[in-house]
């Protein structure tokens, strides 16, 4: 039997980004626009929030990827630039940190935009991608944004130029196909992925949202399970779905209390829980007050399926310290 259960009490305005990390079992996830950073241990309900200092280029908080090797370092999205920061295990309950360093900033010809969602690859390289601003979700100025690669060895790559609002980001087990997802285009895309190179061609797509009878629907964040089935989170949709790429056609679809799903990881002991975030932006300031299921994070179980344990950044640790000053 499917159960859904809120995770934690409070709702977030922009939830986003879930990551289970395998060495202490907590879920870390994103409030963009709030420039937080949550870690949640379901074992026993402990609770953490960084709250990451307005950087160079925008104080909005998109992802946070924990560095291989050393726990307490997390790479964030932080506005247009890529930061490290470090957030001790055992810190305080509710902290504010400075990013102790900046990585990378890109996207100089368009101020306001922000990074997006970012993952690591099969390889350990980050994969975080760019979007303009948004006057509502999904309305913002096309083709602004691209997708970039952060590199092991820290240079930084594009991927893809021309991204509308970069989303989504899985990788099949046998690390030859990346799935992608750029959300106003209402497509799921594949491209071939090169390991070795990080190099990525031959884009298609995997399923047309319009097409698909998908109504308004946004596709917004996406993990993979260890059949190689695709889960994706509906922004506006009260939903995931559930695609096997192979054929392109949505095999499952799971209902959830809160409208605007953002994203999807695997996580729990053994990878059969499916957290989900979601969103506040655009529900009515009543409803918001009324209904704590919207902007609520849930731990969806009993599923019958399961993914594979994610991968941290596999940064070279010298490099990193060097760029800290
Ligand atoms: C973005 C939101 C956007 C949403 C649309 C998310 O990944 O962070 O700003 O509104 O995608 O689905
Ligand atoms: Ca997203």
């Given at each position: 039997m499917v159960d859904v259960k809120q995770l934690t009490p409070l709702s977030y305005q922009l939830g986003e980004g879930?990551?289970?990390?395998?060495?202490?079992?907590?879920?870390?996830?994103?409030?963009?626009?709030?420039?937080?950073?949550?870690?949640?241990?379901?074992?026993?309900?402990?609770?953490?929030?960084?709250?990451?200092?307005e950087g160079p280029t925008g104080d909005s908080v998109s992802f946070a990827l924990p560095v291989e090797g050393k726990p307490s370092y997390l790479v964030v999205g932080l506005g247009r630039s890529l930061a490290l920061v470090e957030?001790?295990?055992?810190?305080?309950?509710?902290?504010?940190?400075?990013?102790?360093?900046?990585?990378?900033s890109v996207d100089q010809h368009s101020p306001t935009n922000r990074f997006n969602d970012g993952k690591c690859d099969p390889m350990g390289r980050i994969w975080a991608g760019t979007m303009a601003a948004e006057?509502?979700?999904?309305?913002l100025a096309k083709h602004k944004g691209a997708l970039y690669t952060l590199n092991t060895d820290l240079s930084i790559a594009t991927g893809v130029d021309k991204i509308s609002l970069s989303n989504g980001l899985a990788w099949n087990k046998e690390a030859t196909t990346m799935y992608y997802i750029d959300s106003t285009d209402y497509a799921i895309y594949a491209f071939n992925y090169n390991a070795a190179s990080g190099k990525i061609d031959n884009r298609r797509t995997v399923l047309d949202y319009k097409a698909a009878s998908l109504g308004d629907d946004i596709p917004d964040g996406m993990t993979i399970d260890n059949k190689g089935n695709l889960w994706v989170a509906?922004?506006?949709?009260?939903?995931?779905?559930?695609i096997d790429p192979q054929v392109g056609k949505i095999i499952r679809q799971v209902s959830l209390p809160a409208s605007n799903i953002t994203s999807v990881c695997w996580g729990g002991t053994d990878y059969s829980t499916l957290y989900v975030t979601s969103s506040q932006v655009g529900i009515s300031e009543d409803k918001v007050r009324t209904d704590k299921?919207?902007?609520?994070?849930?731990?969806?179980?009993?599923?019958?399926?399961q993914g594979a344990p994610p991968t941290n950044f596999k940064v070279d640790l010298s490099l990193l310290k060097s760029k800290i000053n």
């Open positions: 879930p990551y289970w990390d395998e060495t202490n079992q907590y879920l870390l996830f994103v409030d963009i626009m709030k420039g937080d950073v949550h870690r949640h241990y379901p074992a026993n309900s402990k609770h953490q929030t960084i709250h990451v200092e957030w001790p295990l055992d810190a305080p309950d509710t902290l504010t940190v400075k990013a102790k360093a900046i990585l990378h006057t509502a979700p999904g309305v509906n922004f506006y949709g009260h939903k995931v779905i559930c299921a919207q902007g609520g994070v849930f731990a969806v179980t009993g599923l019958g399926a």
